[in-house]
């Protein structure tokens, strides 16, 4: 399974990274934000998306948004982990289609916990 | 001054400018209404350099403010640089603790393998039902094993003192950020003494307001969640939230 991580924080993306590999997953990409995100999601086969929401250029729930825009790409299920904790905020992530949400800071055991119910109910 | 001070004028005075002019002293009559006009004069004199005072010490207590141009000049840019300074030296950090522990798992991972290898010999030999070949063969592996193990805890052991030194950073982040709190104290000070000099009362300023956003709402980390009911407190507060959507 092929999996992107976007963050603009690189010690974030290695945290995840780390973590999403002692889970199984080990063809891992990265990308810094949602600009540059969005065009390797096209070029390539990705089966998952993890994004961070703030970050300079495109944000993640605009990266969220285009995904879902994309034809091509609407299928692929996008996980959230973010500091952004307004419940107006995940309404508008729900809302545009998000398939997990996950606030910073965080722990390994409830990103496992959320990975599996996001492939559960795609199986 | 003979002049009595019921109204600017005395009767006398009247008479006096109309004797004058009358017999063509022009110019007593002048110095008589010159000393006439001569106290309206300094009284307003008087009050314009009571004006002009305060206008003056006005400017010098706001000049007392000059420290809010060294502010903006010299301090706020310093602390510009000391939060980059915190970003660079928490980034390190992370990037070193990171490091060491990326090299301890295939460590760890090495000896894991390596017990669960001679694990099924060593059974059979609790079992007494191990032959001598397979006997020989265990003896060889757990040498191996445990001269792996000696040097690679000593290995873990430095990656891990590596950790604890990656730690250090604390300290001095704490120091840096200890000081921009107290410039950002003294920035509110001052601005709030500008408020007062332009008459505009600070409590009335001080309203209750949130902090700006940017697009999309985003607003970072918030770190006073207990006083806010429009953000979520944590993990089950977002599960709790996405539920009652039909999540």
Known sequence: MKVLVVDDFSTMRRIVKNLLRDLGFTNIQEADDGSTALPMLQGGDFDFVVTDWNMPGMQGIDLLKAIRADASLSHIPVLLITAEAKKEQIVMAAQAGVNGYIVKPFTAATLKTKLDKIFARLA | ?247
């Open chain 2, 1 to 247: 001054m003979t002049i009595a001070m019921t109204g600017q004028i005395s009767l006398e005075q009247a008479k006096s400018v109309v004797e004058f002019l009358e017999s063509g002293q022009q110019a007593a009559a002048d110095a008589i209404i010159a000393e006439i006009q001569n106290p309206i004069n300094s009284e307003l004199f008087a009050e314009i350099g009571k004006l002009t005072r305060q206008l003056h010490d006005s400017l010098t207590n706001f000049q007392l403010d000059s420290r809010l141009s060294d502010l903006a000049t010299a301090d706020i840019p310093d602390a510009k640089e000391r939060l980059n300074y915190v970003i660079t030296m928490t980034e390190d950090a992370a990037n070193k603790t990171m490091d060491a522990v990326e090299a301890i798992f295939p460590v760890v991972d090495t000896l894991a393998e390596q017990v669960a290898a001679v694990n099924p010999s060593w059974t059979k030999l609790m079992n007494n039902d191990l032959d001598l070949k397979e006997f020989k063969s265990l003896c060889l592996d757990i040498d191996t094993l445990l001269k792996n193990t000696g040097k690679e805890t000593q290995h873990i052991h430095s990656l891990m003192t590596d950790v604890l030194m990656a730690q250090d950073f604390q300290d001095l982040t704490g120091q840096v950020i200890r000081k921009v709190i107290e410039l950002v104290r003294e920035v509110e000070e001052s601005l709030i003494n500008m408020l007062t000099a332009f008459g505009i009362s600070a409590e009335k300023v001080q309203g209750k307001t949130t902090p700006k956003v940017g697009e999309n709402l985003v607003e970072g980390p918030i770190v006073n969640t207990e006083n806010r009911d429009d953000v979520v407190e944590d993990q089950d507060d977002v599960d709790d939230l996405l539920s009652s959507l039909g999540f």
